[in-house]
């Protein structure tokens, strides 16, 4: 399998059982992802790129250890992935900010308990006042979610204070495109003609029974699994901003249609 700093950790264990284990020897931060919760949170947003940040190495110690369990590296593609939570000054109005603009969340005791946090964080993202900021207390950078939030329209400023110790903050960006404007500009538009494209190559799954975040990972996995030619028709009660631009992350088409009051249908396919 060819390997480059852009693949998704995810794609390395489902590829090869021992790539775990090769993966947590690298760096004592690896040791998260015997966490079943966290692994699926993490693994499938998080390209050798990012995880080489987080652990504190370089991808190519990544390839030199795969090597051995049958990946190549593609050398063409091979370039170095930037982050939003590269180094960068910290904005001068997070210097001044108020205790009432700030809002604090310490993930990590929901970690510790191997409890998904994801849940937590989309709610108080949800509730955020004009002009709050969201302050994440972690012990390790956030990569994934920095590129997850970013999509949403939000900024990020990360602050390692010490070992497990990281304050990531979050805010509004007013040029960012919001989730609002992305679910418009996909609507319903060739519903009937993907569904005609895919009739005979459907694989289906409820999530309206599932509480949140289980129906966006319940997905994902599924899409993992999903052959290419295939498409996933989602049952959901409601439209999921936040998986939109996973998908669109991970290089997937989506159509959308609402049927009713909490009914929802999604065709997701890849692009």
Not at 93 to 119: H, N, S
Not at 134 to 157: A, D, M, R, V
Not at 184 to 213: C, N, Y
Not at 235 to 258: A, G, M, Q, S
């Amino acid at each position: 399998m060819l390997i480059d700093e852009q693949t998704k950790i995810a794609v390395l264990l489902r590829h090869h059982p021992d790539a775990l284990e090769t993966i947590i020897r690298l760096s004592p931060n690896f040791k998260k992802l015997r966490n079943p919760v966290l692994r699926k949170l993490m693994a499938g947003r998080t390209s050798i790129a990012m995880a080489a940040k987080i652990g504190g190495c370089h991808p190519e110690d990544f390839f030199k250890k795969l090597e051995p369990l049958g990946f190549e590296v593609n050398l063409q593609t091979a370039v170095a992935e930037e982050t939003p939570g590269d180094t960068k000054p910290i904005p001068v109005f997070l210097k001044e900010l108020k205790e009432e603009e700030l809002v604090p969340l310490d993930v990590r005791p929901m970690l510790a308990e191997g409890k998904d946090p994801l849940k937590q964080i989309q709610q108080e993202i949800r509730n955020l006042k004009n002009g709050q900021v969201l302050k994440i207390i972690n012990s390790f950078e956030p990569t994934p979610l920095l590129k997850l939030l970013e999509n949403q329209g939000f900024q990020s400023y990360v602050d390692a204070r010490g070992e497990n110790w990281v304050e990531t903050y979050f805010y509004k960006s007013s040029l960012a495109k919001t989730p609002v404007l992305e679910v418009e500009a996909t609507s319903s538009a060739g519903w009937d003609q993907s569904l005609k494209r895919f009739r005979d190559k459907l694989q289906a799954i409820d999530v309206r029974h599932l509480e949140m975040p289980q129906p966006m990972m319940t997905i994902l996995e599924a899409l993992g699994r999903l052959p290419h030619d295939h498409a996933l028709f989602v049952h959901h009660k409601r439209i999921p901003v936040f998986l939109l631009t996973e998908l669109k992350e991970r290089n997937f088409d989506y159509r959308i249609r609402e049927t009713g009051e909490g009914e929802v249908s999604l065709l997701i396919f890849h692009n």
